[in-house]
């Protein structure tokens, strides 16, 4: 499977405290999307970083890239109990016609 | 465990002929599955939530007559795009709920000419 991988798979925080989830793939991509899911909703767009970005920020959120090491991560600034929800990261290879998706990392935070 | 497998991954038909796409839980029952679609360099878009044993909850603009979803299993979702045209070809996704997430089919690039 060339499903990437997001750790950990569940995050529990206080409010207030910074998120960080990482997710790895295994092919080269040419960007590696953010998305956000509540809970029996449909996926957010959160952020793309292309893959000659090492950075990005949008708003509480940065997301870096390192294609060296086939790894992003997200990180969540001072985090809301809005915040709540699954996270994954989801690559598109510079070959096929498929999108790949982390398998999620659930993160709670804590009012 | 929790291996959504979708099928076709691409498919290329005719405008006006219809077409099925199947996602299908391999190791895991889903009560819930949910059907998205995504435009070149655009975000994924739920077009609807497909609960087994009941009729599917379509989102605001998207035609249920255009896009059946049939979910008589618990391990299987049907999305079929009837009397496609050009507009309709995309890439469209599906995904499942289990114990602890959700997990996403390989998607299905759909190309109608």
């Known amino acids: 499977s060339q499903q990437g991988e997001e750790d950990p798979q569940a995050l529990s925080i206080q409010e207030g405290e910074n998120a960080t989830m990482n997710c790895s793939y295994k092919?080269?991509?040419?960007?590696l999307q953010w998305y956000r899911q509540n809970s029996g909703r449909g996926l957010v767009h959160l952020i793309l970083?292309?893959?000659?970005?090492r950075e990005k920020h949008s708003g509480r959120l940065r997301v870096t890239l390192d294609t060296s090491k086939k790894s992003s991560s997200l990180l969540i600034t001072a985090s809301r109990a809005a915040d709540t929800a699954s996270y994954f990261c989801?690559?598109?290879?510079?070959?096929?016609?498929?999108?790949?998706f982390g398998t999620g990392t659930s993160l709670t935070v804590i009012p | 465990g929790a291996v959504v497998s979708q099928h076709p991954s691409w498919v290329i038909c005719k405008s006006g002929t219809s077409v099925k796409i199947e996602c299908r839980s391999l190791?895991?029952?889903?009560?819930?599955m949910f059907w998205y679609r995504q435009f070149p360099k655009q975000s994924l878009m739920l077009m609807a939530t497909?609960?087994?044993?009941?009729?599917?909850?379509?989102e605001q603009g998207v035609e249920k007559d255009k896009f059946l979803i049939n979910h008589a299993s618990l391990t299987l979702s049907t999305l079929t795009v009837t009397s496609a045209h050009p507009e309709d070809s995309s890439f469209y996704i599906c995904?499942?709920?289990?114990?602890?997430?959700?997990?996403f089919g390989s998607g299905t690039r759909l190309t109608v000419v």
């Open positions: 995904s499942a709920d289990f114990y602890y997430g959700y997990t």
């Open positions: 092919t080269s991509i040419n960007n």
């Open positions: 970083i292309r893959s000659n970005e």
């Open positions: 989801a690559t598109d290879p510079n070959t096929g016609n498929q999108f790949y």
């Open positions: 190791d895991f029952q889903a009560t819930t």
């Open positions: 497909s609960n087994e044993g009941s009729k599917a909850t379509y």
